[in-house]
């Protein structure tokens, strides 16, 4: 089957694929800067993940019994930058995507947790992404023996590379 032919049977995810991939070669080209091709390489996985399988609220960031998605790979953060804006995370503008990687701009060059909401974690070294992401699932099992699996049913996804 041909790409035109897979995009016809769902356009929606195609759109937004190219969506993602076209912010991701627009931002890492403005900041002459970071890395475009596990964002481009991702982009249908990760809309796959965030359109069937997360649950998430952007107008509610801090919802605890939210999915968490953790982005362990590299300088491929406009990943998670345009999923946050193609979600609705009212913080990630189109104006941050264009600030990817400048002084004072929300959207570094590794995701920082507490410079944006949806950013689960800081996952600067490298490796460190993917420790953060079990310790996440250690606390989500406590959290189900503790309280019960109707009240936390929340789990970690995690892209590392």
């Known amino acids: 089957?041909?790409?035109?032919?897979?995009?016809a049977r769902n356009?929606?995810?195609?759109?937004?694929?190219?969506?993602?991939?076209?912010?991701?070669?627009?931002?890492?080209?403005?900041?002459?800067?970071?890395?475009?091709?596990?964002?481009?390489g991702m982009a249908d996985v990760a809309t796959v993940l965030f359109d069937k399988h997360l649950s998430f609220d952007a107008s509610a960031p801090h919802w605890p019994n939210r999915d968490r998605f953790i982005l362990s790979a590299g300088h491929g953060s406009m990943l998670i930058y345009a999923l946050l804006y193609l979600t609705g995370y009212t913080q990630m503008t189109l104006e941050q995507i264009k600030n990817f990687r400048q002084l004072g701009?929300?959207?570094?060059?590794?995701?920082?947790?507490?410079?944006?909401?949806?950013?689960?974690?800081?996952?600067?070294?490298?490796?460190?992404?993917?420790?953060?992401a079990v310790g996440f699932a250690i606390a989500e099992e406590h959290l189900r023996a503790t309280w019960g699996a109707k009240i936390m049913d929340h789990y970690t996804y995690c892209i590392a590379g």
């Open 1 to 7: 089957m041909d790409l035109s032919a897979l995009a």
């Open 105 to 132: 701009a929300i959207t570094a060059g590794h995701p920082e947790f507490g410079h944006v909401e949806g950013v689960e974690t800081t996952t600067g070294p490298l490796g460190q992404g993917i420790s953060n």
């Open 11 to 40: 356009p929606d995810h195609w759109r937004r694929a190219a969506c993602i991939r076209t912010l991701a070669l627009d931002g890492v080209a403005a900041a002459n800067s970071g890395h475009s091709g596990m964002p481009m």
